[in-house]
């Protein structure tokens, strides 16, 4: 039956729309026709229990980033906002830093009082050990082991009075000298006295001399208590001043016991690096040779010992965190270790820890893409451990590979809190459900995402609602009906079904982006159909150059396709190619030999290697519809072939199984096909007619190519009546059918077939019982050939 126009394309009416532009209708709050996705990601949300993490399951042009987005940002803003979270310095094991998990907002006042507070030590603290009242104490203790000294020096002369000696000081220490008329005896004087005499004077001044060594031995122990006090003296007044700069923070973060821990860590810490801070600090003890600039690099890189390392501040967050990490990378995910070089060494600390997505996205919602996680080396089993242990852990690709630095570090991990959502198409999901054991004990929810929605009375205003919205989202000019009903037809045409319209937004943004530089350039306020149309016109262009070398192929008879008159065992046969975004028909002269054999169906392309398992199936189907309808009670004595003419690639599918047996049965009838009637559709082995894909480019295909030769009325396509819900053909194919210079037809069944197929030359359709006469006394006449020869060997 021959299909008329209207079945060829559904066309939408712009005076059926409602409405003279988008500019009148109010932009769709949600995206399109996604309940199923909708109703899954707000379940994975709400589910509270671990592993009811999602897949969002679709392609990547429907727009599941956007969506899932938009619903996330929507539930994530009526919950509160997560904990700041810091990393601390661990000052008796610098190698594994503590965390500390502060309200939003906090982290971020906390950081800035510490630091306060320790500017305040750097300040504070070397003016008050070097304030008058310090200095006056400290003078104080100094004095009393100089009276020490004082008594004894004087307690030691009255010592040596009676023996005749006085204590003098000399370079070397105090020493004893003999006195005569109360001065010091000369060296003459002393040589002249007796031998008696200066042996009694020898005595005494051994004897003061053992005395004050006897004092001597005390010394060192008063002045360790000298130095003990002043040092106590010293740490009692950093203590005071330390309490009094930290009082304030301990009263302000008392609730936290980690931030107290650290506060009390650090002020004892300061007071065990008293000497050293005011070394730094007012260079005491420390080399004058050293620059001012190094100085205080010194001491800076001294006091970051105590700052706060904030990881996450999520103070200006209203709601729980939705993070899309586009680069999800191990380092990225959980998070890294920097490092610095000094001498040429690697070396890192606890300020060096910087957050990953997991850590900024703790407490609400993490999405990523499944291939590009796939991608990064390490990534998806570090992801998969911190959602199967709740914590995450800073690791770098050195742990994974055992290269330990010269400093290593192991910070503490953050607990974990979080729902991700995978963006990813079926291939993968199936694959890791396959492959990987852990996969669906982590992602429990499937979001499954439509490409497409229905086309009916209440999808067409959604549509046009969605339209709306991409229109105020691109800030691009608004669309009159006009254009809107050519975007629903050419939406229908994407997916191949006039009942349905394409759910992948993305295509449609794109086009009518396009569509708004265009009217740009006619400077035209806004966008009508036309520009639609040429949008779809110029993309098919852009990538158009092989279908119009192969076209130009059949038109110069390079490739040999005939569409006028008629041939026996060849019929034109139609494929479609895909060349990355090029999808177009192709017409394919198919031919079929027949003479008398055993009953085998050469399949050329299966012996060649060039076909696939589906077309070798299609084959097979055929070889037994033939047998079975037309050789039951006898042998099939038949020899026949079957081949893609021209054919040098691959040849895969079953939508030629029409076509082939329709040029078989030419060639064991000897009756002539229409080689100006195209046929594409698949059969069973009863001869029933099956849907195909790619309906609509096929028959452009046959067009385009009769059109290049010229419409002679009488061309055609025939197709599978299942299929008739999917033909969105382009305008000027419906044009062409709606003057009579084209055709379209259907068939339910093989018979449908051999009607129009077998049509005499003046266009009256061929009686299929007289052809399945024919093709039974065919196959008798050849069997009772093959019998008659087998009987006449035996003879001889």
């Not at 081949?643 to 064991?668: H, N, T």
């Amino acid at each position: 039956m021959e299909l008329t126009a209207a079945q060829l394309r559904r066309q939408a009416a712009p005076e059926s729309l409602g409405f003279h532009t988008t500019a009148e209708v109010t932009p769709a709050a949600g995206r399109l026709g996604q309940s199923r996705a909708e109703s899954a990601l707000a379940f994975a949300m709400t589910m509270r229990f671990d592993g009811y993490n999602l897949y969002a399951l679709g392609a990547p042009q429907i727009g599941m980033l956007e969506f899932v987005r938009e619903h996330l940002a929507d539930y994530a803003g009526r919950q509160q906002a997560p904990a700041d979270w810091c990393y601390l310095n661990n000052l008796s094991d610098p190698s594994t830093p503590h965390i500390c998990q502060l309200p939003p907002g906090v982290g971020r006042r906390f950081r800035a009082d510490v630091a306060q507070f320790l500017q305040g030590v750097r300040t504070t603290l070397p003016a008050a050990l070097g304030s008058d009242e310090f200095q006056k104490q400290t003078q104080e203790l100094a004095q009393r082991f100089q009276q020490k000294q004082l008594t004894d020096a004087t307690e030691l002369q009255k010592e040596a009075e009676p023996l005749g000696l006085t204590m003098l000081p000399t370079p070397n220490g105090f020493a004893f000298a003999p006195v005569r008329d109360g001065k010091v005896m000369e060296q003459e004087v002393y040589a002249a006295l007796a031998e008696s005499e200066r042996e009694s004077i020898t005595k005494s001044i051994e004897h003061m001399n053992q005395r004050l060594i006897e004092r001597l031995r005390e010394y060192p122990k008063y002045h360790e208590g000298l130095v003990k006090e002043q040092r106590a003296l010293a740490r009692e007044t950093a203590n005071r001043v330390l309490g009094e700069l930290a009082g304030r923070l301990r009263s302000r973060y008392q609730i936290y016991p980690e931030a107290i821990h650290h506060l009390v860590e650090t002020q004892e810490h300061l007071l065990e690096n008293l000497e050293r801070i005011l070394v730094l600090e007012r260079g005491e003890g420390g080399n004058p040779q050293l620059p001012a600039a190094a100085a205080g690099a010194a001491a800076d890189q001294f006091f970051k010992q105590y700052e706060v390392n904030l990881i996450v501040d999520n103070g200006d967050l209203q709601g729980a965190p939705v993070v899309y990490e586009s680069n999800p990378s191990l380092d990225n995910l959980v998070g890294k270790l920097e490092h610095r070089f000094e001498y040429g060494t690697p070396i890192t600390d606890f300020s060096m820890i910087r957050a990953g997505a997991l850590h900024r996205a703790n407490g609400g919602y993490l999405i990523v893409d499944l291939d590009r996680v796939l991608q990064k080396p390490f990534a998806w089993e570090a992801l998969k451990r911190a959602l199967a242990d709740r914590f995450v852990r800073v690791e770098s690709v050195n742990q994974f590979l055992n290269l330990a630095y010269s400093v290593s570090m192991d910070p503490q991990p953050v607990p974990l809190a979080i729902k991700v959502v995978l963006l990813g198409n079926r291939d993968l999901y199936h694959m890791l459900r396959h492959y990987d054991p852990d996969f669906d004990a982590l992602f429990k929810i499937v979001a499954d995402f439509d490409d497409y929605v229905p086309w009916d009375d209440e999808h067409q205003p959604a549509y046009a609602a969605m339209l709306a919205r991409l229109v105020r989202d691109s800030k691009i000019r608004q669309l009159t009906a006009d254009a809107v009903a050519s975007t629903l037809e050419h939406s229908s045409r994407l997916v191949e079904d006039r009942r349905r319209l394409s759910a992948r937004v993305r295509d449609v943004e794109d086009i009518l982006r396009e569509a708004d530089q265009l009217a740009a350039n006619e400077g035209t306020a806004e966008i009508h159909a036309r520009h639609i149309d040429r949008v779809i016109m110029n993309r098919a262009y852009r990538v158009d150059r092989i279908r119009e070398l192969v076209h130009e192929n059949i038109t110069r008879g390079v490739t040999v396709v005939e569409t006028q008159g008629y041939r026996v065992g060849q019929i034109n046969g139609l494929s479609v190619v895909q060349i990355g975004k090029l999808v177009f028909g192709q017409p394919s002269r198919i031919t079929a030999t027949a003479r008398i054999g055993r009953g085998e169906l050469i399949d050329i392309e299966r012996e060649a290697r060039l076909g696939g398992n589906i077309h070798t199936k299609a084959v097979m189907i055929v070889s037994n519809f033939i047998g079975a309808r037309y050789a039951r009670e006898q042998p099939l004595s038949l020899h026949a072939s079957l081949v893609f003419e021209q054919s040098y690639g691959g040849i895969e599918g079953d939508s030629a199984s029409i076509a082939e047996v329709c040029a078989l049965i030419s060639a064991i009838i000897e009756s002539p096909l229409r080689q100006d009637i195209a046929v594409t559709g698949s059969m069973d082995q009863h001869g029933t007619v099956q849907a195909i894909g790619g309906v609509n480019q096929k028959i452009e295909g046959f067009f385009d190519v009769c059109n290049v030769q010229g419409l002679t009325g009488s061309q055609g396509v025939l197709i599978p009546r299942s299929n008739l819900d999917n033909l969105m053909l382009r305008q000027d194919v419906v044009d062409a059918a709606a003057a009579g210079r084209f055709h379209v037809y259907d068939m339910a069944s093989v018979d449908d077939a051999f009607a129009v197929l077998f049509a005499g030359p003046d266009g009256t359709p061929a009686e299929p019982a007289v052809i399945h006469a024919a093709v039974a006394t065919r196959l008798k006449a050849l069997h009772d050939l093959r019998m008659q020869g087998a009987k006449d060997a035996g003879e001889h």
